[in-house]
């Protein structure tokens, strides 16, 4: 995990703020930063944060190697296939980086046989000064972030973040600019212009870079089984979580006792222990009190033997942290923000008393196996798989984006298997049908697979659904609770009134969703686009996105 940051078009040398609007970003790699301005490219800038994570020595960007001088990478990535393609290619590597295998493509057949070969999560911008191009590139699911500004005389922005460009607009000179998340799976080219009004031309883009990967997976697809689908959905996830072990940094897990991270943390001591990682692998649960997920996350760290950390958090410390998880997010969404709570918090704790950086979770599960409790309303499976597709078409604005922000506000690595494209691609293919909830179950098919080992105790495997804002609650009062006195007190009925004139866009409903729209728009006025829609359940006649407003959500009464 790191930042990456550019200019393209803009008198950058003389700019006041592009220094300030770069460091906006420092949190994401407080390892190292460089700042370049290129010479061939006029009117050039490149600046990247580090996080070192593979090759401390070797892998500082912007990546430049002696086989393609004319050849500068930024990117914010983990390229899992790195060594297989040098093998596969016969590349000859400079560094031990896994990111350097881009130039490497590159090199060999271009753009789209670059970005069709990586079996991993990036967000990269490649520079050309022969030909002066340019060359912007997410993975599918935009598990990494990019966003990019542009202007209508030309001018292109990319950061990481959209802190790191919102302050530019002041040196723009009334130009017309826009700024917007980059779209995973795409791949953009420019030219630069050296003596033209319109400074930077895209020339040609192309997108779904995941639906027809040309890489050779780590799981031979024919070494399948015809027949036992189970046994395919261990291997493949098993698969998933080896091919991220790659660190040189300690290694942990976020661990809330639900069936997602409970099944990632399993196999991840599993799989540390047969590749003799020489440390035992800790674990982070949060909750308020001996919440539920708290109390979960306590016996499956037992069974699985984590060095174990509980984090307790209280109403207090929400009041303190909120807007600050506002604007690390950069979305007003209701649940995103309700969600990143209590995973901004255990990631401060990670930071300050841990030595891990790399962190694995369980975000992708409930996109890709339905694991949502309105899943259980889908009028049909069709129907279910399309809005299946929906949410990880649009993971990146919401539970992607939570996950990436919330850990790399505090310099955290994150690493999400379930977004794995080779297992993504296999339980998708799976009959439709098959893939719902069965009996009042969610994520069945999932559970089912594991359900013939010991890999965690049956009362976890089959542990029900929680709201979020239950599973981390105490007895006494919920987050949701927490949220709403809190809201209350810093904002009166006569706001809401007047929201619908002020926000026209996503326009607030209620009080809380009201505030978060006012704490975003003090640090990122205008740009309520990121966020196309609120997320909310489907197929159900509710107002609020949290699941306790579900009829049939029965986590309050096991």
């Not at 694995?360 to 949502?372: N, R, T, W």
Request: glycine share 6%; aromatic share 10%.
């Amino acid at each position: 995990m790191c930042g990456i940051w550019a200019l393209f078009g803009l008198e950058t040398h003389t700019s006041v703020h592009s220094n300030t609007s770069f460091s906006k970003i420092a949190h994401r790699g407080p390892d190292a930063w460089r700042i370049e301005f290129d010479q061939k490219v006029k009117n050039a800038v490149v600046g990247f944060h580090r996080l070192e994570i593979v090759d401390c020595l070797y892998g500082m960007q912007p990546m430049k190697l002696h086989q393609y001088p004319h050849l500068a990478l930024l990117c914010n990535g983990e390229i899992y296939n790195c060594k297989r393609l040098k093998e596969q290619f016969g590349f000859k590597y400079e560094t031990n980086c896994d990111v350097e295998c881009i130039l490497h493509l590159y090199a060999a057949g271009g753009i789209e046989h670059a970005a069709r070969n990586l079996d991993g999560v990036f967000a990269f911008c490649i520079v050309d000064t022969n030909k002066r191009h340019v060359y912007l590139g997410r993975d599918p699911y935009g598990v990494r972030p990019l966003f990019r500004l542009h202007t209508d005389n030309g001018i292109l922005g990319i950061s990481s973040e959209a802190k790191g460009l919102i302050e530019l607009s002041h040196e723009l000179d009334g130009a017309v600019w826009k700024l917007e998340p980059f779209p995973p799976g795409c791949v953009e080219e420019y030219e630069v212009k050296e003596n033209s009004r319109t400074k930077v031309v895209m020339k040609k883009s192309f997108y779904n870079i995941g639906d027809r990967p040309y890489f050779k997976p780590l799981v031979p697809y024919e070494s399948l089984s015809d027949k036992d689908i189970h046994a395919n959905i261990r291997t493949l996830l098993t698969a998933a979580i080896r091919k991220r072990l790659m660190a040189d940094r300690r290694i942990g897990c976020m661990l809330s006792g639900g069936l997602d991270s409970s099944l990632v943390a399993a196999l991840l001591v599993k799989l540390a222990k047969e590749e003799n990682i020489p440390y035992k692998i800790q674990s982070f649960a949060i909750g308020m009190g001996d919440s539920p997920d708290i109390v979960a996350a306590r016996q499956v760290a037992q069974h699985i033997g984590t060095e174990h950390h509980e984090v307790s958090f209280t109403p207090e410390d929400v009041i303190s942290v909120l807007d600050k998880v506002i604007y690390h997010l950069e979305t007003p969404d209701i649940t995103t923000i309700r969600a990143s709570i209590g995973m901004y918090l255990i990631s401060r704790y990670i930071k300050q008393n841990t030595d891990t950086t790399v962190v694995f979770s369980g975000e992708g599960a409930d996109e890709v196996a339905q694991g949502y409790i309105y899943f259980r309303d889908a009028p049909s499976a069709d129907v279910a798989h399309a809005d299946s597709l929906r949410l990880l078409k649009d993971i990146y604005l919401f539970d992607g984006l939570r996950a990436d922000r919330t850990t790399a506000a505090h310099s955290l690595e994150l690493r999400v298997p379930f977004l794995d494209l080779q297992f993504t691609n296999y339980y998708l293919g799976l009959p439709a049908a098959m893939r719902q909830p069965q009996g009042g179950v969610e994520k069945h098919l999932l559970r089912s697979a594991f359900d013939s080992t010991d890999l965690l105790p049956k009362s976890i495997l089959w542990r029900h659904k929680e709201a979020f804002s239950d599973g981390v609650a105490s007895a006494k009062k919920s987050l949701f609770q927490v949220i709403q006195e809190l809201v209350d007190s810093r904002l009166n009925e006569d706001a809401l009134e007047k929201a619908p004139k002020r926000f026209p866009h996503c326009t607030p409903i209620t009080k809380e969703s009201l505030y978060y729209r006012e704490v975003f728009e003090k640090s990122f006025p205008e740009q309520s686009h990121f966020v196309p829609y609120f997320w909310m359940p489907r197929w159900i006649d509710v107002k609020d996105p949290s699941a306790r407003f579900i009829s049939h959500y029965a986590a309050d009464k096991q």
